[in-house]
């Protein structure tokens, strides 16, 4: 231990605690707080009077003075005059000392300093504990003649505790004076940075294996464990506090010992060079390590051989024996990042780091076909069949070498609910019955010696007909490494694709002559039937169609506005349930202004919704909407207009992917249209605002894309490609599903489609929406301002709407979408746009655009309406396009080139609801 050489003053002090014990200043119950106060009032008297030159301990003659009985309980003047020493003290107290001071110095010894005070011979400290109410009695006071204590070290009973000090002056003529404002110093806690680093990663050849009774025990075996231990620093940081003013000092040893503390780390996997979405993988737990300031996990050797990325830094620290844990807040510079290779694991041979998992559900064209279909008896339910499973491998382009075989994994399945999860995920297989492969034979080593002839087939036997089952295809990479992924996996971020298998009894064979001719007789007779019958439906659909129109024009004519039934309408809101928000203006529509509102209560018109997620919807009470509201101030037309889109959106009927009405207000004005809330506006100002954020990262030389970035950047405002065709997908869901419904919306673009939490985009604005009928199937406008550059030839040249115009505006939408709201045409005026169109004019490839992405695009642009795709084609190809992205592909951003000329528009061009519209009345389009 140090040895420390004290001043005359400290060991005055120490002598004065050593000689005498002099109990808490004011904790006596017996005595009074003048009487308590005498003891170190008479100690400093005499000790000024008599031993002024000579140390305490030395001093005898001021041993009696410092005990209790030095004077009669009740006797004033025997205490006031401390016996024999003077006359009487003065009735001034002192002041309180100012600016106390308690810092740790060194070894956890702690530094106590105070101001001076005036008159002053001796000053008094003492210290308790903050959740207790009487300063410490078992404790000898501290006292010193100097204005500081220079080292003191505090019982260990203090280190887990917070504690205040507090110091009075005491002289022979005034007593003790008042004691200070009390000083809080805080407990010690470790001072350990978040950086840590990797001390050792060791190969063991035993499986790696985890509780069975967990949902990962069941689908994560690997073959091999892996141990890695993390190695940190560790320091103590104490804080002592007075009022405002906080000072730290650090010492390089925790009192305790590295041993009292327990270090939890954060231990995140980033990314693999061999990913394997089939099998969900348990987070490590750490725990102490066998070195010093080291702590150790096990996880399994696939993590290895995958070449996996991890990133880590502590998280907390844990003191046994305070009881306490501390959370550490890493910086971004402070998490490390290590590589786990068959190079840096001890243990590890060469030869294993190529053991790769099983590929699983990376195929396409799945079919299948009875074997000897023609020798099978259709009539036996219980008859067992057997199918040639033919299939494609998808092969890319990060993967070096191919499947040595494939397994089929085959079990009973049910079909998923929704539509979406049957896309992406095929049907729901609740059970194994077995599993077969094209290896006619094996090696002894496990390897594969014979392929049956048909590669990519596999027979699979034991089947009955009318049984849907699911069909799950592995590709086996190498035959040391069989871990296949679990069916009934509960998350469906981490689910295989199980392809649909169903075997149908085939159509009766006919087989005689007569048969076959009575038949075709009987086909042409009824189809000759069957044409008469369309071509009079026809004559009498077509003028009941002319009827219908020369009644609506004529209505039209006679009285735009028509007020609204207003008995038995479910969706007719009471203005009482329904709030406004008038500061939260959310937009402006064709008809007026749209604010944030409150619903009270549920809406009624949940009874005519057309399916229970509708009535989900609708059942929502007290729930934020959107209100479209009419001004008061608006003419018979408006009002006439605004009344048909709100009868055209009760007849849509609810679908996930619309901006769906809930009620409405229309026996009073002003009008109101209550639909959905979104929470993130229109996608065309959702994606520009991401594009003008990318864009600065780029000025700033900030490679967002890069996993290892230095800098700090927001990731929701950073898109990928994945999210965008998300978004693609499910609006062309939702416009799929209007023209199922038969309605032509008129106005697809970016401007009218609605961002909910920045996943999800729904289809709004049904002002330009109008219903076609059956024999026509398009709907002819009477003028209004059209956007030009989102319409089709025949849209511009004759003012005709169908569903393949609206093909076309979602293929330039497809173009907002990719370049981030980006303006399409830009530098050629709305009036040109017929001109540029019909000489075979169209928008380039942008960049960042996926070949097959701009494929569909191109489609949609087609100059005869009749070759357009339909929307369910569309959405199928986006689907798979969705489906096809790797996982190294869905996290990578886009980069955007600042120079395009599409992100730099003019400002007229930039206006989506003004330049780029033209007058639907005018006579001519140049």
């Known amino acids: 231990m140090k040895r420390v050489t004290f001043p005359i003053a400290s060991c005055a002090f120490i002598s004065l605690l050593s000689f005498v014990q ?77 600016n106390l001071l308690v810092e740790y110095v060194s070894d956890f010894a702690l530094s106590i300093k105070w101001d001076a005070v005036d008159g002053a011979q001796l000053y008094v400290v003492q ?12 404790v000898p006071k501290l006292a010193t003649q100097e204005t500081q204590i220079a080292r003191f070290v505090p019982p260990s009973r203090m280190l887990c505790d917070e504690f205040e000090f507090r110091v009075a002056a005491v002289s022979h003529a005034s007593g003790v004076g008042e004691f200070s404002n009390s000083t809080l110093l805080g407990k010690p806690r470790p001072l350990m940075s978040a950086k840590m680093r990797v001390h050792s990663m060791e190969l063991n050849n035993t499986p790696f294996i985890i509780d069975s009774q967990s949902e990962e025990g069941d689908a994560y075996r690997p073959n091999g464990t892996l141990t890695i231990a993390l190695a940190y620093d560790v320091h103590s940081k104490i804080f002592c506090n007075y009022r405002w003013y906080k000072v730290e000092r650090q010492s390089l040893e925790w009192p305790f010992g590295n041993d ?49 990325r991890f990133v880590y830094a502590v998280e907390e620290v844990r003191s046994r024996h305070c009881g306490s844990t501390y959370h550490i807040s890493a910086g971004y510079n402070e998490f490390s990042s290590v590589d786990i290779t068959c190079d840096k694991v001890t243990n590890c041979k060469k030869a294993e780091s190529s053991t790769k998992p099983p590929i699983c559900g990376q195929i396409q064209d799945f079919d299948f076909n009875v074997i000897n279909e023609d020798q099978v008896d259709w009539n036996d339910r219980d008859s067992r069949l057997a199918v040639n499973v033919s299939f494609t491998p998808i092969i890319r382009r990060s993967q070096t070498k191919k499947p040595l075989y494939y ?27 077995g599993n077969v492969s094209n290896c006619a034979s094996f090696m002894p080593d496990g390897s594969c010696q014979e392929i049956s002839p048909s ?17 799950m295809i592995c590709g086996v990479m190498d035959p040391k490494n069989l871990s296949f992924p679990s069916f009934d996996v509960k998350q469906k971020g981490l689910k295989i694709r199980n392809n649909a298998l169903m075997i149908q009894p085939p159509e009766p064979q006919k087989g005689l002559l007569w048969t076959i001719v009575a038949s075709i007789a009987l086909f042409l007779m009824c189809l000759l039937l069957l044409s008469l019958f369309l071509w009079n439906r026809h004559q009498r659909d077509d003028i009941r ?84 509201m009419l001004p008061e101030y608006a003419d018979e037309l408006s009002k006439s207009e605004f009344l048909r889109e709100i009868c055209l959106m009760k007849c849509l009927g609810y679908h996930e992917r619309l901006v769906n009405m809930l009620a409405c207000v229309t026996n009073s004005e002003p009008y109101c249209l209550v639909v959905e809330y979104c929470s993130d506006g229109d996608l065309l100002h959702f994606l520009r605002e991401r594009c ?48 199922q419904k038969g309605f032509v919306h008129r106005d697809v673009a970016a401007r009218n489609i609605l961002v909910h939490d920045k996943h999800y985009a729904k289809i709004g604005d049904f002002g330009l929406c109008r219903y076609i009928y059956a024999d026509s199937s398009n709907y002819k406008s009477k003028g209004g301002r059209l956007p030009v550059k989102w319409m089709s030839i025949e849209a511009i040249r004759h003012y005709e709407f169908t569903t393949s115009s609206d093909v076309w505006s979602f293929g330039v939408l497809m173009f907002e979408i990719i370049t981030l709201g980006g303006t399409p045409y830009p530098g050629i005026q709305p009036a040109d746009m017929l001109s540029f169109l019909e000489n075979h004019g169209r928008i380039p490839q942008p960049d960042n655009c996926p070949d097959e992405f701009y494929a569909v695009m191109e489609s949609c642009w087609k100059e005869k309406p009749e070759q357009r795709p339909a929307f369910p084609s569309i959405r199928q190809k986006l689907a798979a396009q969705l489906e096809s992205i790797t996982d190294d592909s869905c996290y990578s951003y886009l980069k955007l080139d600042a120079g395009k000329d599409y992100y730099n528009a003019s400002k007229r061009d930039r206006i989506e609801q003004a330049g780029d519209v033209i007058d639907g009345n005018s006579t001519t389009v140049s």
């Open 455 to 471: 590669e990519n087939s596999i027979v699979i036997g034991n089947l009955t007909k009318g049984q849907l089952y699911g069909v």
């Open 127 to 138: 210290f308790k504990d903050v959740k207790e109410e009487r300063w410490w009695q078992d």
């Open 407 to 433: 397994v089929a994994f085959y079990g009973n399945a049910v079909n998923y609910t929704n539509e979406e999860e049957r896309t992406f995920l095929g049907v729901n297989m609740t059970g194994i019955l």
């Open 692 to 739: 003008a954020y990318m864009l600065k990262l780029d000025e700033e030389k900030i490679d967002y894309s890069d996993p290892n970035c230095e800098y700090s950047f927001d990731p929701d405002m950073v898109m990928t490609v994945k999210q965008l065709l998300m978004f693609a997908v499910q609006i062309s869901y939702g416009l799929e599903y209007l023209s």
């Open 260 to 308: 009292d503390l327990e270090v939890q780390p954060t231990f995140h996997m980033m990314t693999c060079a061999d990913p394997d979405l089939g099998v969900a993988v348990p987070a490590p737990d750490f725990y102490k390590g066998k070195e010093p300031n080291t702590v150790e996990a096990k996880m399994g050797a696939d993590m290895m051989y995958r070449r996996c």
């Open 545 to 628: 169609s002319k009827k219908l129109k020369l009644q609506v024009m004529k209505r039209e004519a006679e009285q735009r506005y028509t007020e609204m039934p207003k008995k038995d309408d479910l969706w007719e809101l009471e203005r009482r349930n329904l709030i406004i928000y008038d500061e939260k203006k959310l937009g402006s529509g064709a008809f007026g202004a749209v604010y944030l509102g409150r619903l009270i209560g549920a809406a009624k018109g949940s009874r005519d919704a057309q399916s229970t997620l509708g009535v989900n919807l609708m059942r929502a009470e007290n729930c934020e909407v959107a209100v479209k």
């Open 22 to 98: 002099i109990s808490s200043i004011n904790s006596h119950s017996s005595e009074s707080e003048e009487q308590s106060a005498n003891e170190p009032h008479c100690i400093a008297w005499c000790f000024v009077a008599k031993c002024s030159n000579e140390l305490l301990d030395h001093c005898k003659e001021c041993r009696p003075y410092g005990e209790k009985h030095l004077c009669k309980k009740d006797d004033d003047a025997c205490w006031s005059r401390c016996k024999d020493l003077g006359s009487g003290k003065s009735t001034e107290k002192l002041s309180a000392p100012r």
